[in-house]
């Protein structure tokens, strides 16, 4: 069965630090994945996306991922994390076949806090 | 603007009772989403419709139903038979086999 860890729960970085976030997918064939962010009480809002090519792919607010099909992760990244960055972030896969093509499968989230 | 539009964004219900939250776009996209989120539990999947006037369960479809009878929207009941309504309701939208664009969502609390 398709699925998707986030391994970390909550993750605090200071302001101006680097950030990655870890996912890790179980998909049986190549996957559509994605990047969400959400801010309490909000909708969630695509940070990026990848559907093929360029194994990194570069996404907004400066955020980049970077897919790698022999580790089955695709880790988001952002080289200096502003205070605004604090929110949920959530990792999807999607499934590309059968009568559910197109459902997005997504993990538990990562909640960052960022320190002055 | 084109969007996805949910509302109430606040909802109240009290025990026994049957609520309907209503989701709109105008976005043309064929396929929509329900789903539930509970701290810590991510999104679960209730209801989705990849076109009008046809839809199909998700992962917790049991206590709710839905209609599908436009493009546009996409109304979720919450039955009396949902044992623990009480979460944040998040519809989506999307050009098929894409990525889901999300509505900002409605809390239910029950009473």
């Known amino acids: 069965a398709q699925s998707v860890t986030q391994p970390d729960i909550h993750i605090t970085v200071s302001e101006g630090a680097s950030l990655e976030l870890r996912c890790n997918y179980s998909?049986?064939?190549?996957?559509?994945l994605f990047w969400y962010v959400q801010s309490p009480g909000q909708g969630l809002q695509l940070l990026l996306k990848y559907f093929s090519g360029d194994t990194l792919v570069q996404g907004i607010k400066g955020f980049e991922a970077e897919f790698k099909r022999s580790q089955s992760s695709f880790n988001l990244r952002k080289p200096s994390v502003h205070w605004s960055d604090a929110a949920e972030y959530f990792c999807a896969v999607g499934t590309n076949y059968g009568g559910s093509q197109g459902n997005l499968i997504f993990g538990k989230g990562t909640k960052l806090s960022v320190k002055p | 603007d084109g969007g996805i539009t949910q509302s109430p964004k606040y909802l109240f219900r009290k025990e026994g009772q049957n609520v309907t939250l209503s989701c709109e776009q105008n976005?043309?996209?064929?396929?929509m989403y329900w789903y539930r989120q509970d701290p810590g539990q991510g999104l679960r999947l209730i209801y989705y419709?990849?076109?009008?006037?046809?839809?199909q369960k998700g992962d917790i479809a049991e206590g709710y139903s839905v209609s599908r009878e436009k493009k546009e929207s996409f109304p979720l009941t919450v039955t009396s038979a949902q044992k623990n309504p009480t979460a944040f309701y998040l519809c989506?939208?999307?050009?098929?086999?894409?990525?889901?664009?999300f509505g900002p969502g409605t809390r239910l609390t029950v009473l």
């Open positions: 419709s990849q076109i009008v006037n046809d839809f």
């Open positions: 976005l043309n996209h064929d396929a």
């Open positions: 998909y049986g064939a190549t996957p559509y």
């Open positions: 989506a939208s999307s050009p098929r086999y894409n990525e889901q664009f």
